[in-house]
Nanobody
Framework: QVQLVESGGGLVQAGGSLRLSCAAS????????MGWFRQAPGREREFVAA????????LLGDSVKGRFTISRDYAKNTVYLQMNRLNPEDTALYYC?????????????????WGQGTQVTVSA
């Protein structure tokens, strides 16, 4: 069993930055990969970023490359999403998810557990 709780969302002006956190609990946290997805109203869920259990490999969605970074802190059982140069198109509900897969994956169906989401709103 894995439990995930996101935090760090909020309202920010275009060009600003936010850092999202995902606190994880459960025995599988250290052996599974983690990912971030987002979903805006009327749109399908979109892959944002992923990181392996070791933290040695990451994957970023095309729309966020060069602006977002994903990292992992084993001591705090937490995964972070640093978001820079935000624009209104980044407005969405951001979800943290975990997978038992050993490799990074952008497919939502590969993830087994999901958090409740944290809202990010970017004003023009």
């Amino acid at each position: 069993q894995v439990q995930l709780v996101e935090s760090g969302g909020g309202l920010v002006q275009a060009g600003g930055s936010l850092r999202l956190s995902c606190a994880a609990s459960g025995r599988t946290f250290s052996t599974g990969g983690m990912g971030w997805f987002r979903q805006a109203p009327g749109r399908e869920r979109e892959f944002v970023a992923a990181i392996t259990w070791s933290g040695g490999d990451t994957l970023l969605g095309d729309s966020v490359k060069g602006r977002f970074t994903i990292s992992r802190d084993y001591a705090k059982n937490t995964v972070y999403l640093q978001m820079n140069r935000l624009n209104p198109e980044d407005t969405a509900l951001y979800y943290c998810a975990s997978t038992f897969a050993w490799q990074t994956t952008a497919r939502a169906t590969d993830y087994d557990y999901w958090g409740q989401g944290t809202q990010v709103t970017v004003s023009a």
